[in-house]
């Protein structure tokens, strides 16, 4: 019986790259196997006390609220949209890939009006834009995709912030950072971030499942002064701010059900990633580099990447047009032969042009899995197979 | 590294007989280990797709169109307010307990005008009331609690679908049958029932994080004919109607990440539930026997059930009044030192005078771990000790 996780784990030898889902570590997997506790127990609440507290610790912030419900990354939106968004309020919305327009329309859902600045495909948003339309009318937030999955574009929202905070100061700065957050930096209080929302499976390098939201203690003042109710239930923090009061308390509380094993996976990771032997600052060093090595070593042999500049582009996932002549089904699957498993494109305009692959947590921190290399190897072999095959 | 999960798993030797999470099999333990899989995979699809299958199974439906999402069983409430009540219609909500409650809250935050029916704690509300308030009003849908986790009441509602059809057939019968799936019978389409939303983590065996929703064909038409657009996003059934279609024809199509390790665990779950040694009509006898034990055993040393009669009282849990003169704190923390964890009261008209035994799932169907033994006599000994203490 004690064998079965080391059989389940050598029958899969596949190496999953894609943006989220990431590999994770073997803590990990053994803490989501936890044997069934008590939300209600002391020993549950101290576990979702320490995962709220590392969890401020990876976005270097003092005092914001974060918030651990049982969903996906994207609740996250429903929760801003929901708690910080009056109907009839204006939404800014800072477009650089196919997930600000599913933050729109998820704002849309909740009456908000929303305005779009949208960048060509692979660039962001030039400051002095957001800066126009900030001065042409009052937004309540306005929200930038901290890294695109479906571009791999990385946004200046430290960038973005600075100008908010010096054109209108009231508009709270709503970063959508699930595909970010431990693989990029990002210090909330220092930048004036008010929300980072994000999700378990990616940087955070645990399975999915769980919706992260952090909010500055500015946010929650706004969300505390709204004059109407809040337009979701589930994703109410007027339900769930009591809630994780009482656990980072160390004790229980009850609206929902937490998603309990998850939870423990999350503090495993979170204690890897916070007190583990690589440093914070060493991780998001160990990202960049694992991601030049990649994105050099992928427009060497004729892949280029859909970011337009070195400064946009993620350190923690790459987006590579396929070389001309070559499509999807002449690299995925010969990836996938390889037991290499990237992703396919996402945003509309350029879906059958490109692929995406993940480097995040576990695959770049620990250099003795040899994940990179792995990816690497396997993309220069593949490429030279389709050509063999076209020769 | 392969023996870790047994060390964890002999460091907690305490029975968890809360109603909810419940104990689960090594099995759906090791399945949620499993290790990070592609959402977007075959592999994945193929079992996201047995999953709703095997939902549909378990509630013997021909044709209900489930929807497995992240989320707590609470998530369920905002689907049915959200998709099926447009705002400005009426909801009738019968209310044996706590749950009614915030089923209510959640309905009025997507809009809807909402009356209530109420029991006396530990009743239920008449089939001739229901009937009457049918008929003074047009009502979207009726909701019943199948078991209310607070009262440990179980509801008739074959009985209140059959009123419900004779009276009123165009009003959507809803079941939160969060705490009933799999440890009561429910004939979805026999008896009539449009909405069995349930989660993961009692019946069914699973660790928590998975919303369960159940929609009959009637209601999905009731959906798609709504003339104002859908009042949440992360619960849009619009957004996960395509989504489940694709996973059930073993494609992946995407809008939110599933929470790929749960599945795999609620796989292996509902796997050993519709396809294991003990048939599904014999696990519900079961779950009626083990039922009978404890509440009997219980009433003879003392205590009393909260439920007013035995034909409203639930099979897969137990309320218990404490025997007078006695507390949450004679009883409870004793039977924590003999490693066997329940629940406090919930309910807030008897919140300190009850407490809450769950008897579901492997508890109750697997005779050699000897749960419901266990049970019995921690409660008789805590009970002499309580006794002796006072004396």
New interface residues.
């Given amino acids: ?6 059989i ?2 050598s029958a ?1 030898s596949r190496l ?1 790259v ?1 943006p ?5 570590t ?1 803590e990990v ?2 803490a ?10 002391l020993d549950f609440a101290s576990v979702f006390g320490d995962c709220i507290r590392m969890t401020r610790n990876i976005l270097y912030s003092k005092d914001a609220q974060p918030f651990l419900i ?6 996250g ?2 929760q801003v ?1 929901s708690n910080l968004v009056e109907p009839g309020e204006n939404a800014l919305v800072v477009h650089t890939g196919y997930f600000a327009d599913s933050f729109a ?2 704002l849309q ?2 009456g908000a009006k929303v305005d779009q600045l949208k960048a060509d495909v692979g660039g962001v948003v030039k400051e002095s834009d957001i800066e126009a339309a900030l001065k042409s009318k009052k937004y309540k937030v306005v929200t930038v995709t901290h890294v695109d999955t479906s571009t791999a574009v990385l946004s200046n929202i430290k960038g973005v912030a600075e100008v908010v905070q010096r054109v209108s100061p009231d508009t709270l700065v709503i970063a959508d950072a699930v595909c970010s957050v431990a693989s990029e930096e990002i210090h909330m209080d220092a930048w004036g971030i008010d929300v980072v929302m994000t ?1 378990s ?1 990616k940087g955070l390098g645990t ?5 992260i939201v952090v909010a500055s203690q500015k946010a929650i003042k706004v969300f505390e002064n709204r004059s109407t ?8 923090w007027k339900k769930w701010l009591p809630i994780m009061k009482a656990y980072e308390s160390n004790a229980a509380a ?9 939870i423990y996976a999350y503090h495993a990771s979170l204690s890897q990633i916070t007190q583990g032997a690589v440093s914070l600052e060493d991780r998001f060093k160990a990202h960049k580099e694992a991601s030049r090595q990649i994105k050099k070593a992928a427009e060497e042999i004729g892949f280029r990447g859909v970011p337009l500049s070195e400064d946009v582009a993620a350190n923690g996932m790459t987006a590579l047009y396929f070389p001309d002549g070559f499509g999807a089904s002449d690299i995925v699957p010969r990836l996938l032969k390889k037991d290499v ?1 990237v ?2 494109g ?1 945003h509309a305009d350029i879906k059958a042009k490109y692929f995406r692959i993940g480097h995040m947590g576990v695959s770049v921190v620990d250099p003795k899995r040899g994940d990179i290399n792995k990816v690497i190897s396997a993309l220069k072999e593949v490429l030279a197979e389709a050509k063999a095959a076209k020769a």
Same sequence: chains 1, 2.
């Fill in positions: 019986m004690d064998d079965r996780l080391t389940a784990r899969t999953l894609i989220g889902p990431i590999e994770v073997d997997l053994y989501n196997a936890h044997p069934s506790m008590s939300h209600m127990s049982a969903g996906s990354g994207t609740l939106w429903d949209s329309d998820c859902t909740y999700a499976q399975p999915p499942g769980l919706s109710p809040v337009t979701s239930y589930y994703g109410s009850y609206f929902a059900t937490p998603p309990v094993n998850l498993v992703a396919g996402l």
